[in-house]
């Protein structure tokens, strides 16, 4: 009789899933099946991780046209958005060197680790950059600072591997939301903190740490964060499979034995076929491409938001201080924390990520269009005409972000998904290193044009940006943009 069972029993264990006992990537699937409500742990680890490394991005916006001015490299007003420009490069430019690296890194180690990584290195050289002494330390310690920060490829291939196929979205979601938000507290963070004894005199003396080095409190606050974040790292689950042929698997439920069947089919298939180049994976190459494109005009516009508002009125800005740009984009990022964790799940069910891509890059450029009039206001009509366009630019632009991580990792299989990122950060850091160095280059030489018949001024600035939008939204159509089809 029990012959006879082993018997029957023997052709549905070849058509069910196969869980390795040691491996770490199984014991995450086995523990997806058995969930299936929202996985709420899982998607705040994502966001304080990617918060973490968003941080220091561009939380030296705000104060970056006054740290230029104290290093006193500049030798004219107008040549300071060049050099500031240099700086929030540096990063970028650093990471666009090692993102393949930490990609093939994380396929052949784990994710974890360079999750560590990265958010160790935040935490000593973000510190170093807040207590730079001169143009080219606050250069270096930025370019090491993204160099050894590759996080950002993985995480996204971590999200997808972490969630039930119904909370990808979702998962992709956060961390697009966290580096949206990143990317706008941090700044905030910045334009707060910075030069504390001169706005806080009452709590720092102008002979203490913070009165020598006035741009290190923001830099400290986020290294203590991310040093928080490092620790909590070490208990997150790996997501890599590992599977040796010595490793005992046991097999899962008969819950899953319908389903099984195609599953083995298709995975014997994958094993048998090659894996094709990344290079030649064009709904990979299109969309990291387009991405490519939209991270060069939002960095560019990071960079120039900054400059714009806090260059003086006489050059066509806003005269804005620190602590009144960190609470413009204050308000800005907890406004896309709302969105991105409602809406926009909702939105890319109904609408798919391409069409609300095209429709948030599209109402972009009159957003833009309106900003250079934006500045001719004053008092409570340029406050808040100010803040309602902020939080709109970062919402759509977020939007737009969020389409293309999806496309990407929809476009590869898992064990090339740590790979794929890496090229697209690859892109993405150099493009992104373009948008400062060019939107500092662009912003002083508009400055320096305030007479000119076409486009005077910061109209000249904003009427780049939308050039470079269109641009994007052009290639989100066919045949440029291809998706995958299973």
Same mark, same amino acid.
């Given at each position: ?10 052709p ?9 006992e040691?491996?770490?990537?199984c014991?995450v ?6 969930k ?22 561009s939380?030296l916006? +705000?104060?970056?046209y ?10 004219r ?11 929030g ?23 974890k ?26 250069v270096?310690?930025r370019?090491l600072?993204g160099s ?7 995480i996204? $291939? ?10 990808? $979205?979702?998962g992709?979601?956060t961390?697009?939301?966290?580096w949206?938000?990143g ?7 910045g ?6 004894a ?15 080095? +006035?741009?290190f409190l923001?830099c ?5 964060? #991310?040093?928080?974040?490092?620790? #909590? ?5 790996e ?9 005992d ?6 819950d899953?034995?319908?389903?099984a069947?195609?599953?083995?089919? !298709? ?32 960095m560019?516009?990071? !960079? ?8 003086p009125?006489k ?13 413009v984009?204050?308000?800005?990022g ?5 969105f ?42 340029? #406050? ?13 632009s ?10 990407q990792n ?13 090229i ?8 992104k290193a373009?948008?400062p ?22 109209q000249?600035?904003?009427?780049v940006?939308?050039?470079?939008e269109?641009?994007?939204v052009l ?6 943009? #291809?998706?995958?089809?299973?």
């Open positions: 009789m029990a012959a006879g069972e082993e018997k029957l029993r023997e549905f264990l070849k058509n069910e899933k196969r869980y390795y040691n491996c770490p990537g014991k699937d086995q523990l997806k099946d058995t299936s409500g929202l996985p709420i742990t899982e998607l705040f680890s994502i966001w304080i991780i990617v918060l973490c490394t968003a941080l220091p991005i939380s916006f +705000p104060f970056l006054f740290m230029i001015k104290d290093f006193q490299i500049a030798k007003e107008e040549d300071i958005g060049s050099y500031a420009g240099y700086v490069s540096s990063f970028m430019f650093g990471r666009a060197l090692t993102s393949v690296f930490w990609g093939l890194v994380a396929d052949r180690y784990g994710r680790p360079v999750i560590i990584m990265g958010t160790a290195s935040v935490v000593i050289f973000n510190t170093l950059f807040g207590l730079s002494v001169n143009f080219w330390m606050a270096l310690t370019f600072l050894l920060n590759g996080l950002l490829g993985p996204k $291939a971590y999200a997808c591997e972490i969630f039930r196929e119904e909370h990808q $979205a979702l992709l979601s961390v697009s939301t966290a949206g938000i990317l706008i507290i941090g700044p905030a963070l334009g707060f903190l910075a030069q504390p001169e706005k806080y005199p009452n709590l720092f003396s102008s002979e203490s740490l913070f009165g020598k080095f +006035p741009y923001p400290l606050c986020i290294s203590l964060f #991310a040093f928080g974040v490092t620790i #909590a790292a070490f208990w997150l689950p997501t890599l499979h590992r599977h040796n042929d010595d490793d698997s046991c097999d899962v439920s008969y899953a034995l319908e389903s069947s195609a599953e083995v089919k !298709e995975e014997e298939g994958r094993e048998a076929t090659p894996k094709k180049s990344l290079l030649k994976n064009w709904p990979l190459m299109s969309s990291i491409i387009v991405y490519c494109v939209f991270s060069l005009h939002d560019a516009y990071s !960079e120039i938001f900054s400059l714009w508002a806090n260059s009125k050059l066509g800005g806003l005269n804005y201080s620190t602590q009144m740009v960190g609470e984009l204050a308000i800005t907890f406004s896309l924390l709302v991105q964790l409602s809406l926009y799940p909702f939105l890319e069910r109904i609408l798919g990520p391409i069409m609300v891509a095209r429709i948030a890059g599209v109402l972009t450029i009159p957003l833009l269009t309106s900003y250079p009039y934006i500045a001719m206001l004053s008092g409570f009509g340029l #406050a808040f005409l100010l803040n309602c366009a902020s939080v709109v630019k970062n919402l759509l977020v939007s737009i972000i969020t389409g293309l991580f999806i496309l929809r476009a590869v299989d898992q064990d090339q998904r740590g790979a794929a990122n890496g697209a950060m690859t892109g993405m850091s150099l493009f373009a948008g160095a060019g939107g500092g280059a662009l912003f002083s030489w508009a400055q320096k044009r305030l007479d000119a018949s076409f486009l005077p001024g910061s000249m600035v904003f009427f940006l939308n050039v470079v269109a641009i994007g290639m989100t159509f066919k045949p440029f943009l #291809a998706q995958r089809h299973d």
